[in-house]
């Protein structure tokens, strides 16, 4: 079985706060041809996307040069309902197994991400012990139901603490429908030149 955790990418749809909005239009010129072509016009960090390193830092790796390696193959969906910021002390007590090296969190965020338009500054994010806590557990991707992995007053030090030491990170999942636990996952960013972020298929698959 395989399931589509990727927000659909549509005009309206919700965006960070000051990010580009999604415009997409039809180019009549060439449809006066016989062929349909659109022009779309949206930001890096647009719905299911990805965070690399130079979402930080200039002289970060963009997400062309991301390893496929740590975008594919297993990972768990972890249950975080009910809590309301990540901690470090709410990923110990998740059930995450041992060994863990792709880590999606499903939160209250999910019965909301995929239908609300408007932006919303209560979302459920991580705090800095949680990102510590990631490290610690060697993961190497981490994913969450928000346009951000970080609250909106944090000071940036969750994005600084996973990315700077190769953490990639996935924001955006739509995961209501998924019950936690193991999966295979496939992650593909748009193979954008030296890109801050770049939009992404995301889907999981179980035997």
Known sequence: ??????????????????????????????????????????????????DPPRHISRSGAGADALPLEVLAGPCYVADLKGVKAVDAASLQNAGIPPGTSRLLLKTDNSS?????????EDFVALTPDAAEWVLSRGIRL?????????????DGSVHR???????????????????????????????????DGAPARVVLMTE
Do not use: Q
């Open 112 to 120: 909301w991400i995929g239908s609300s338009d408007a932006f919303r």
């Open 1 to 50: 079985m395989i399931l589509d955790i990727t927000l659909t990418i549509r005009p309206g749809m919700v965006v960070w706060p000051g990010d580009p909005t999604v415009e997409l239009e039809g180019i009549p010129e060439i449809a006066e041809e016989g062929f349909y072509v659109s022009r779309l016009c949206m930001g890096t960090h647009t719905g299911t996307h990805v």
């Open 161 to 195: 603490i996973l990315l700077d030491t190769g953490v990639i990170i996935v924001e955006g999942l739509a995961l209501d429908s998924v019950e936690p636990g193991n999966y295979n996952l496939a992650c593909l960013p748009l193979k954008i030149a030296g890109s």
């Open 142 to 154: 981490v994913g969450i139901d928000a346009l951000s992995i970080e609250a909106t007053d944090g």
